[in-house]
């Protein structure tokens, strides 16, 4: 069992993207974070199944080579959203 709030593993993501792996899918879902924001019932839902059911709060480190720190998850998301890197991890 992973503690809550820690990313993914390697294999989990996959999981978790594979009904995302379509770059339509995964950009439907960016399109409902844009229009309804982090706090939709639905986006919450999505990023606590990434995160093992805690959205992590406060600065998040991502993989991102000269991007490694965002404010929060929210704003790491809408980040991935809108370079359409939406397989990128923190």
Same mark, same amino acid.
């Not at 993501?13 to 594979?18: D, E, L, S, T, V």
């Not at 959205?55 to 370079?83: M, N, Q, V």
């Given at each position: *069992? =992973? =503690?809550? +709030?820690? %990313?993914?593993?390697?294999? $989990?993501?996959?999981?978790?993207? #594979?009904? &995302?792996? *379509?770059?339509? !899918? ?5 399109? &409902? #974070? *844009?229009?309804? +924001?982090?706090?939709?019932?639905? @986006?919450? #839902?999505? /990023? $606590?199944? $990434?995160?093992?059911g @805690?959205?992590? $709060? ?6 991102? %080579? +000269?991007?490694?720190?965002?404010? /929060? ?6 980040? !991935?959203?809108?370079?359409? #890197?939406?397989?990128?991890? @923190?």
């Open positions: *069992a =992973q =503690q809550p +709030g820690t %990313p993914l593993s390697d294999q $989990e993501y996959r999981q978790f993207f #594979r009904s &995302l792996q *379509a770059t339509h !899918r995964a950009s439907t879902a960016c399109h &409902l #974070r *844009a229009l309804y +924001g982090c706090q939709n019932p639905l @986006v919450r #839902r999505l /990023d $606590e199944y $990434e995160n093992h @805690v959205i992590p $709060e406060g600065p998040i480190c991502s993989e991102l %080579p +000269g991007t490694p720190f965002f404010p /929060d998850f929210c704003a790491f998301s809408f980040y !991935r959203c809108t370079r359409k #890197r939406y397989f990128i991890k @923190v």
